[in-house]
């Protein structure tokens, strides 16, 4: 894995060793990227079921300010602290190590919002739309922020889900991302 583009381009990204991880592939992330940026002129993110950072680090490297990244896994929270770390940029990133439904709550207890948050859930686990549903009530979305949600391509999500509507929705094999945009 590596940074695609932007101030950190080619840097090296390290995996989570074992089977338990399903790394956004270079592929749909740079495809990811050409339809949400590709470039950002600052903001703040959150990634959900991070892995390991390389949506958020991709991010950064393209122009955001700050990103909150969140997995349950200690595995995976070890690696992104030192893909953080070898890249130089934990001044501007949070690291947690939580379930992303406690995540959402207390972040919002913290009055966070943020322009963008990725989610890429487990396939086998249907908790996009749970999720959604939070975000959108606890407000951590800024007007006109976006969601990007990585799906198994059989997996359909609704076209509203409170203050957030679909916008798009792009295939990739067996991947799908499914992008929702808050209301002005």
Request: hydrophobic letters at 35%; glycine letters at 10%.
């Amino acid at each position: 894995m590596r940074v695609i583009s932007g101030n950190y381009k080619g840097k090296t990204l390290k995996a989570v060793p074992g089977m338990k991880t399903r790394p956004t592939s270079d592929k749909v992330k740079e495809a990811l990227f050409h339809r949400i940026g590709p470039y950002f002129e600052g903001g703040d993110g959150l990634d959900l079921y991070a892995g390991t950072g390389n949506l958020g680090v991709e991010a950064i490297s393209r122009g955001m300010d700050s990103f909150v990244f969140v997995d349950k896994s200690p595995q995976s929270v070890k690696i992104i602290k030192q893909n953080l770390k070898s890249i130089g940029i934990q001044e501007q990133t949070e690291v947690y190590c939580n379930d992303a439904a406690r995540s959402l709550s207390a972040l919002g207890k913290r009055n966070k919002t943020f322009n963008m948050i990725f989610m890429d859930p487990p396939y086998h686990i249907n908790i996009i739309p749970e999720l959604l549903e939070s975000i959108a009530a606890k407000g951590l979305l800024i007007k006109s922020g976006i969601v990007i949600c990585e799906h198994h391509s059989s997996s359909t999500l609704a076209d509203k889900i409170g203050i957030l509507t679909k916008q798009s929705t792009e295939r990739y094999g067996d991947t799908s991302v499914s992008v929702y945009e808050r209301e002005q």
